[in-house]
């Protein structure tokens, strides 16, 4: 990526292989989640992953926070390598990194108060102690997420889904990371909902300076959030490029598949749809050579035996096809 | 719209609201007004707790038994099944409209074979059918929503099925006896969006042939399938008008700040607009105008006065007392 600001996060061949054989004999049986995945964040920025259902984009994310082991590859956080991971080393990354997730209800005890709920990580992680000094920081921190400080004493089912949201969020700044893992936060909100929230994610990214992992599979918000973008296939990468480039000059054919197949609100767009056949295959046994090979309507026959390393193709610009300029 | 296409669905005044604790009524669909006609797509949007569901379930008559129906019409051709028996009814379901859901597993059977479950409807409403033409006839539905190798493929299990399949499923066993009205309630939001385009495109391709009513959050879908649209809010139409019209020159403040409160794809903006506060539930529906806490344009009149539904152009109405006037 271009190199005005310094990469804070350097991600190289990151690989997740799940064994999914059931019983103690049985032939191990792998799930390739993620393969070989390689890119950077830079501080301060924004990086949206886009992908559908079994893209890999999720168990990219929660490796990157320590929640799955990665089977293979190395990633650097502010020039701490993160693997092999060891307790002191999470504590201390606990503070700089971060994750927010889909549906805050699930996180969230029903019988804490949110006050509590905020205070948590707060005093987990040894950032404040004092009930005082905790106190205070968990009204700044409501606050900052826009709720107002009696919400403190309220529990979780008082609450609406983005306001919930909101609790999610303060949780994740009790630390004062530096880095937020957001994964696929605003899926569950309506749209005037998710408004609300995505402008939060935008104003707190401009008053505390954080970098954004921004994980969904709705291509407009990833659009909206992202200075660069990264499509995912079946566990693969298959273009980075900055946003707009991204959306304005695609070059995987599945890019352009999927970018095509957002119905816009628009009457007057009138885009050539292009409908791909079928199914996402099995990450447990992909197509040999490329793995969208089998869905392309661009494939050829060297396609289902080559498989193809993602290459430069302009700046900032990479994809893994050797055609897609063709 | 004007008069080209008959009216298979008209809802005509029609409210509907549940029974409290205190044995009170509290009204949750407010004097809905509205058409399908014959070979159209109506999208219903709105968020969630506006009331689009209940509209689509009241038409095919599976309310829960605590909603009680407190008014008006609702003619399917000409007979008002607000009316029929329920046993009228259960022939009148699958036969001249059929109901698709969000989420298709749960609407599957999980231990019985996709063919048997789409051949019961036609064992129900097509007796006249011989048990070797029924089997031959939903491979063909099968084959007509897109599911390959359909021969093979009824013999197998929903859980065989990937969640794209199992919707085209689902659309097969309601479009098996060729209802002249299909209602699909998000259909595909449980999709991935390379699969909902594939729905879609069968979507529209069936309405061709009968009417739809598609019910959904996402105005890209409507602006994509349908030709009218009606924007409800808290149990109340409150925009209704050709899609064209709706999307060009919206005019109640709730169509404004859903369209403006999309990011887009095209063209960069900073900061979205958000309505702000959400949808109350039911009980706390406010007087007047349901809106009006959440607008930005509120009047006096409005917390105290229900502005009606007025056509403000020809074919496009809005209920909003900034236009009260009929001026633009």
Not at chain 1, 213 to 238: A, P, Q, R, T
Not at chain 1, 272 to 297: H, N, Q, T
Not at chain 2, 234 to 250: H, L, Q, T, W, Y
């Amino acid at each position: 990526m271009s190199g005005k600001s310094e990469a804070i996060l350097q991600v190289r061949g990151l690989t997740k292989h799940f064994n999914i054989a059931h019983g103690v004999f049985a032939k191990p049986q792998m799930l390739r989640a993620v393969d070989d995945a390689s890119f950077s964040v830079n501080r301060g920025e924004t990086l949206g992953i886009v992908g559908e259902s079994g893209s890999g984009k999720s168990t990219l994310g929660r490796m990157l926070l320590n929640l799955i082991e990665p089977t293979s590859g190395s990633a650097s956080f502010d020039g701490i390598e993160l693997f092999p991971m060891n307790p002191s080393k999470e504590a201390m990354l606990r503070r700089k990194m971060q994750m927010v997730f889909q549906d805050p209800y699930a996180s969230l005890n029903p019988r804490l108060k949110i006050g509590e709920a905020i205070a948590e990580p707060i005093r987990a992680n040894g950032v404040l102690s004092g009930k005082k000094r905790i106190g205070e920081r968990v009204a700044e921190l409501l606050d900052l997420v826009g709720l107002p400080p009696e919400a403190a004493h309220s529990y979780p089912h008082e609450f609406s889904g983005g306001q919930r949201q909101r609790v999610g969020i303060a949780r994740a700044l009790g630390v004062s990371p530096e880095f937020i893992v957001c994964d696929e936060v605003v899926s569950a909100l309506d749209v005037s909902i998710q408004a609300q929230i995505l402008n939060l994610f935008a104003e707190l990214k401009e008053r505390l300076g954080l970098t954004y992992i921004f994980i969904s599979h709705d291509f407009s918000v990833i659009k909206h959030v992202s200075d660069d973008i990264m499509v995912m296939y079946l566990g693969e990468i298959v273009e980075i490029a900055p946003a707009e480039k991204l959306f304005e000059d695609p070059a995987h054919p599945y890019t352009r598949a999927l970018i095509s197949a957002i119905p816009e609100p628009d009457v007057d767009v009138v885009t050539e749809k292009i409908l791909l056949e079928g199914d996402m295959p099995s990450a447990v046994s992909p197509p040999s050579g490329c793995r969208f090979s089998s869905r392309c309507y661009m494939a050829r026959g060297e396609c289902a035996s080559i498989h193809p390393a993602l290459e430069a193709c302009g700046e900032g610009h990479f994809v893994r096809c050797p055609y897609s300029r063709q | 719209m004007g008069h080209e296409s008959k009216a298979i669905l008209t809802f005509t005044d029609y409210s509907a609201g549940y029974l409290d604790d205190e044995g009170k009524t509290v009204n949750l669909l407010d004097r809905l007004s509205f058409t399908v006609r014959s070979g159209q797509a109506l999208g219903v949007v709105g968020e969630s707790g506006c009331g689009k569901s209940l509209t689509g379930l009241s038409a095919v008559r599976l309310l829960s038994r605590q909603i009680v129906v407190q008014g008006g019409a609702i003619l399917l051709g000409d007979r008002n099944i607000l009316e029929v028996t329920e046993k009228q009814m259960q022939e009148i379901r699958g036969r001249d409209i059929a109901m698709v859901f969000q989420e298709p597993m749960t609407s599957l059977n999980p231990v019985l074979n996709v063919g048997f479950q789409v051949e019961e409807v036609l064992a129900r409403h097509r007796p006249e059918l011989s048990e070797a033409q029924r089997k031959e006839h939903t491979i063909s539905l099968l084959r007509e929503v897109g599911i390959p190798a359909p021969e093979k493929r009824v013999r197998d299990y929903p859980h065989q099925f990937s969640g794209g399949m199992r919707q085209r499923v689902m659309i097969a066993m309601a479009i098996a006896c060729r209802p002249s009205l299909l209602i699909a309630d998000e259909p595909t939001t449980a999709l991935d969006v390379t699969i909902q385009a594939q729905v879609l495109e069968l979507m529209k391709k069936l309405k061709s042939k009968g009417a739809l009513m598609l019910i959904t959050h996402n105005l890209g879908i409507i602006a994509d399938v349908c030709e009218e649209i009606i924007v409800m809010y808290a149990g109340r139409i409150v925009e209704k008008a050709d899609v064209r019209s709706v999307f060009k020159n919206p005019l109640h403040p709730y169509t404004k700040g859903l369209i403006a409160a999309i990011p887009s794809l095209r063209g960069k903006k900073k900061s979205l607009y958000s309505i702000p506060g959400m949808v109350p539930a039911a009980r706390n529906f406010p007087e007047g105008c349901r809106f009006n806490p959440r607008c930005e344009q509120r009047m006096e009149i409005c917390t105290t006065t229900v502005p009606p539904l007025v056509e403000i152009q020809p074919g496009h109405s809005v209920a909003c007392h900034l236009f009260q006037g009929g001026a633009l």
